[in-house]
């Protein structure tokens, strides 16, 4: 955050400073905030915020000075998958304060309340996209979770007239979506996504909102006769979001066959397609010689998570961890015991009979702060990239090896679609 000189940083008067939860009557004076702020959003895409599903005016923390909102945070609340366990997570969002009042602390301090919301409501992670991560690492935040894309000229993409191909059972053919194909798309993103760690578990109200706010032009889907086996959201060059049935790979061919007709009538001479890194889109962009993308930075953003229980998040992820387990052809239970800014945890991991304990420490154990924490745990770093940071202790090289086991590196991916709105 720019430091501000001392005539510009105080405001000529301040008043009584009051935190307080967002009502529905804060709305119009937290827009107005807004634009001081961000000069945006525009007000269609404001309200339209307000009718996401899981919506509730008090997920907004407020600083009033004399009853003028001058600080904001919006907290939205999402699942998100991790691994094969879905965990409750906080978005945050829309985090400013007004110029005149800016370099009080009150932006640390709603973040801390945010903290203590996430405890209140239950929630185990949060996440954000940021220009300005220095910010928050002091705060417990960590750079976690890659921007991935690929990008390739329209004309490379794999032919099909007007996405067209032939195949068993029927022929192909590629078409916008009908309001009566949702349950259609609901199953293929499960099907694509369903072990994608950062991915939002979407109910069937959240779809119909997502799609009712037009982030993309056309949703394409891939049909084999009248079944549907694939879709994407397509904005101008851009692929937002696709999935396909596995087992139908001529669906992938079909949706860029699509893309690429409309490409290049549209004059786009190259297509940006988003996906996690293991997205077999991204292997058909490979394939026509285009460019992969798997950086934390993007445009000088970058995502990051905190946890602010971690007891709580332990337990959340408990299932997953003994899968893993048990995947690494382990018999016996594993232990591993973590110190996370002088708090202790120790996670046993032994199918039916896994738990986290607190207070409590084994032979093997792992001392850490939270930005590292989150950053292994998450997947987004391995062990030996994360033993280089600072405060990381390992009691003993079976500590590495276990955390090798309950912490590998995993692709880590948000949609744009719920990017815009977690």
Not at 35 to 46: I, N
Not at 271 to 288: F, S
Not at 292 to 300: C, T
């Amino acid at each position: 955050m720019k430091a501000s000189t001392q005539e510009t940083r105080l405001p000529f008067r301040r008043g009584s400073v009051e935190y307080c939860l967002g009502t529905e009557a804060d709305h119009e004076a937290v827009y107005q905030t807004l634009l001081h702020v961000f000069h945006g959003p525009d007000r269609e895409s404001y309200l339209g915020t307000l009718s996401d599903p899981a919506y509730r005016p008090d997920e907004r923390l407020l600083v009033k000075v004399d009853g003028r909102i001058v600080s904001h945070v919006h907290l939205t609340e999402r699942e998100i998958r991790y691994g094969g366990v879905t965990i409750p997570m906080n978005g945050i969002m829309w985090i400013g304060t007004l110029p005149e009042f800016r370099g009080l602390g009150f932006a640390q301090n709603l973040m801390r309340l945010a903290d203590e919301r996430s405890r209140a409501t239950g929630a185990v992670v949060q996440a954000l996209t940021t220009r300005m991560p220095r910010f928050y690492k002091p705060l417990g935040w960590g750079v976690c979770g890659r921007r991935t894309f690929g990008q390739t000229l329209s004309r490379n993409l794999p032919q099909a007239t007007d996405g067209v191909v032939e195949g068993k059972g029927g022929g192909w053919h590629v078409r916008p979506w009908r309001q009566v194909e949702l349950g259609d798309l609901m199953a293929l993103y499960d099907m694509q996504f369903r072990t994608t760690t950062g991915t939002a578990a979407r109910s069937e109200e959240y779809w119909r909102w997502l799609i009712g706010r037009r982030y993309a032009h056309v949703i394409w889907v891939a049909c084999q006769g009248e079944a549907v086996r694939g879709y994407a959201f397509v904005k101008d060059h851009r692929i937002l979001e696709m999935a396909t049935d596995p087992a139908q790979p001529q669906a992938l061919k079909a949706l860029l066959g699509r893309v690429r007709a409309e490409a290049l009538e549209r004059a786009y001479p190259e297509v940006t397609i988003n996906g996690p890194v293991d997205h077999p889109a991204l292997e058909a962009c490979r394939a026509a010689g285009g460019r992969i993308f798997d950086q934390d930075a993007v445009d000088g953003s970058v995502s990051m998570y905190h946890v602010p229980d971690v007891g709580r998040f332990l337990k959340a992820i408990l299932p997953e961890l003994s899968r893993r387990v048990q995947e690494a052809g382990s018999t016996a239970p594993l232990e591993l015991g973590l110190t996370v800014d002088d708090h202790r945890w120790l996670i046993h991991a032994d199918g039916k009979n896994s738990r986290v304990e607190p207070d409590k420490l084994s032979r093997r154990h792992l001392t850490l702060r939270s930005a590292t924490f989150v950053r292994l745990a998450m997947g987004h770093v391995g062990v030996e990239e994360a033993a280089g940071e600072d405060g990381f202790v390992a009691s003993t090289a079976t500590a590495l090896d276990a955390a090798r086991i309950l912490f590998p590196i995993q692709p880590i991916w948000r949609s744009p679609l719920d990017s815009a709105t977690a």
